[in-house]
C-alpha cells in the first residue's frame, strides 16, 4: 500500500513549535493555487510504513549481491561514524577556508592517495558519478586536442565489451563513437585497432576509452600496445575505472599507459550504492592534462604555517564547473577512511580476494555452467554463458536470476556483456566469507539441476518474493511514476 493510500485527513505530527518571528510571506503571484498533496500520517505509521518497504528490499546486507561490475562490497560501518562526525557534515562551502582546513585536508590527502593508486598526478572531486567522470574526462581530452589546434579530432574508439556509458558520454561530449571489435579471447583485437589507428582516420581519433579489466573480467594481456597504438595516432587514453577493485594496489592504469581515469568511490572505495544515494567519480590526470581540470584544487602553500595552510586554486585553462563546489564531499570522507583503514599492505590483499573469490566460484561452477571466453584465470569477476541451458531446457538466464532471488541471493547481472547472449556475470567481493561462496556455489548448481529436471519451476520463480514475476517490458515502456490522485 502506498504512502498516499494510508493517509487519513488531520493526522500528522506537530513536533514543531508556534513560529515567534514576523513571517514574510512571498508576493501573492509567486503563491501556490493548491496546497501541496502531502500524506497525513502519524509518526507511527510513517516509521513502520517505512520499515515495511526497507523489509521488502534486497541489500548488500541482506544477502549475497554478486552483482558484476556494480562491486557490491560490504562497506564498513566506521566510514559512516567517520563521515558523520560534526566537522564535516556542519560546514558551509563558503565559509572561511582558515576555519575548514580539516576538510581541505581530507580533499588533499584522499588526492594524493588515488594519484598513488592510479599513477595518475592530479584528481578533480566535481563528478558526482562513474558516468559523469566519463564525461569529464572526455572533455579534458577535447580541451587538450583544442588547445594543440587539433580540432579535428572528434572521435572516440570504444570496444564492444564496453559499458553503455562509455558510447553515451562520448556523444554528450560531443564526439562520434567508434566500435572496435573484441578477438575470440574477449579482449580489444589490436590488428584491428592498429588497422583503424595508421589509416587516415588516424588523424580524427580524440582517444580510446577503455576498461581493463574488461566488463567479461579479463585483463587485456596488450594493454601497453593498445595504448601505445593510440599515443601513436596522437591519441589519448581513458581508463574507464569502475573495475578497478580488481586491480587496485598491483598494477596501475598510469604505468598502462592511460591519460586519465575515473574511480568509482562508491564501488571500489565502499560507498554504499544501489539505491541512488550520492556518488562520487573523482577523474584524475596526468600532467599534460591537469592544466584543464574542472573545479578547484586543493594547494598547500606554506607547509610551515599553522593557519590557512590550505587554500582552493583554479587550473589555469580549467573547463569550468561540473559540478557546484568540491563535489560529494562526505562520499570523499568515506572513502578516505576506508583507504587509511586498509593501509598500503591492506589495499592489494583487498583486490586480492576479489580475484580469489571470483576464481573459487568459477572453478566450482565450471562443468555445469559455461564461461564464456572460458579464461583459465578471472579477474574480480566472470561471465556465465547460459546458451546451452536455453537450447536443451528452455531456462534461460533470466530464470536463473528469478530461481537465485527465491533463495535469497541478489542476481548477477544480466544479459551483459552484449558480446555474451544468455549472459550472468558474477562479481562476488573480497568482502565474502567461504561460507557464502559455497552457498551460493550450492544454490547454482541446484537450479541448474532444477532447468534439466523441472524446468517449469524455474519459468514461475520467483514465487517467496515480495512480488513475482512481474512484466518487465511493460514496466520498462509504459513505467508509472507518479501517483494518480482521485479528484
Ligand atoms: C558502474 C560502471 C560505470 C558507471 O558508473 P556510475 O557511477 O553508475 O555512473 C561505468 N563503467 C563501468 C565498467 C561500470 O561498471
Redesign the pocket.
Known amino acids: 500500500m502506498l504512502v498516499f493510500e494510508k493517509s487519513r485527513p488531520g493526522r500528522g505530527i506537530s513536533a514543531l513549535p508556534a513560529c515567534d518571528v514576523d513571517v514574510r510571506m512571498p508576493e501573492e503571484k509567486d503563491l501556490r493555487q493548491l496546497p501541496l498533496r502531502l500524506p497525513e500520517m502519524a509518526e507511527v505509521d510513517l516509521s513502520r510504513h517505512y520499515t515495511e518497504l526497507a523489509k521488502k528490499a534486497h541489500g548488500v546486507n541482506d544477502g549475497f549481491y554478486p552483482l558484476g ?3 557490491m562490497k560490504y562497506n564498513p560501518r566506521v566510514n559512516e561514524a567517520i563521515a558523520a562526525l560534526p566537522g564535516f557534515t556542519q560546514i558551509h562551502p563558503l565559509q572561511p577556508l582558515r576555519t575548514a582546513q580539516g576538510c581541505l585536508q581530507v580533499l588533499k590527502e584522499a588526492e594524493q592517495a588515488l594519484a598513488e593508486i592510479t599513477g595518475m598526478k592530479n584528481f578533480t572531486f566535481q563528478p558526482a ?6 564525461f569529464t574526462g572526455l572533455l579534458l581530452i577535447k580541451a587538450y586536442h583544442l588547445a594543440n589546434g587539433d580540432t579535428q579530432r572528434t572521435k572516440v574508439i570504444v570496444p564492444d565489451s ?2 553503455g ?2 558510447p553515451a558520454s562520448a556523444v554528450m561530449a560531443g564526439m562520434e563513437v567508434i566500435n572496435v571489435d573484441s578477438d575470440d579471447s574477449g579482449c580489444v583485437d589490436v590488428d584491428k585497432l592498429r588497422e583503424l589507428c595508421e589509416s587516415d582516420e588516424g588523424q580524427r581519433i580524440a582517444g580510446l576509452m577503455l ?1 581493463n579489466p574488461n ?1 567479461a573480467g579479463l585483463f587485456d594481456p596488450n594493454i601497453r600496445q593498445i595504448t601505445d597504438i593510440i599515443h601513436g595516432c596522437g591519441g589519448q587514453c581513458y581508463y ?1 575505472g ?2 578497478l577493485n580488481a586491480i587496485m594496489g598491483w598494477t596501475r592504469p598510469g604505468d598502462m599507459g592511460f591519460d586519465c581515469v575515473h574511480l ?1 568511490l ?2 571500489t572505495f565502499s560507498t554504499p ?1 544501489g539505491g541512488g544515494g550520492p ?1 562520487s ?1 573523482p577523474v584524475g590526470c596526468k600532467e599534460h592534462l591537469a592544466k584543464f581540470l574542472p573545479g578547484v584544487g586543493v594547494t598547500d602553500h606554506d607547509a610551515h604555517a599553522n593557519v590557512d595552510r590550505l587554500s582552493f586554486a583554479k587550473a589555469e585553462a580549467s573547463l569550468g564547473e561540473m559540478k557546484n563546489f568540491y563535489g560529494n564531499f562526505l562520499v570523499v570522507v568515506k572513502a578516505l577512511a576506508y583507504i587509511k583503514m586498509l593501509g598500503k599492505e591492506g589495499i592489494p590483499q583487498a583486490s586480492g580476494n576479489a580475484v580469489l573469490n571470483a576464481n573459487y566460484m568459477m572453478n566450482k561452477l565450471r562443468g555445469a555452467y559455461d564461461m564464456a571466453f572460458d579464461p583459465a584465470i578471472c579477474m574480480h569477476e566472470f561471465v556465465m554463458d547460459l546458451s546451452r541451458q536455453a537450447k536443451e531446457t528452455g531456462v534461460t538466464a533470466m530464470d536463473i536470476a528469478k530461481g537465485l532471488l527465491d533463495r535469497g541471493i541478489h542476481p548477477p547481472t544480466m544479459y551483459f556483456p552484449l558480446t555474451v547472449h544468455e549472459a550472468l556475470m558474477a562479481e562476488p567481493c573480497e568482502t565474502e566469507s567461504r561460507e557464502t561462496l559455497d552457498m551460493a556455489i550450492d544454490v547454482f548448481l541446484e537450479l541448474n539441476d532444477l532447468a534439466y529436471n523441472d524446468p517449469e519451476k524455474l519459468h514461475e520463480a520467483p514465487v517467496n518474493t515480495p512480488v513475482t514475476r512481474l512484466d518487465e517490458v511493460n514496466a520498462a515502456r509504459h513505467p508509472v511514476l507518479k501517483y494518480a490522485f482521485e479528484e
Open positions: 561490475s556494480c562491486t558519478a562513474g558516468a559523469h567522470g566519463e564496453a559499458h556509458t562509455n576498461t566488463t574507464d569502475a573495475n568509482n562508491h564501488k550504492h556518488g567519480g
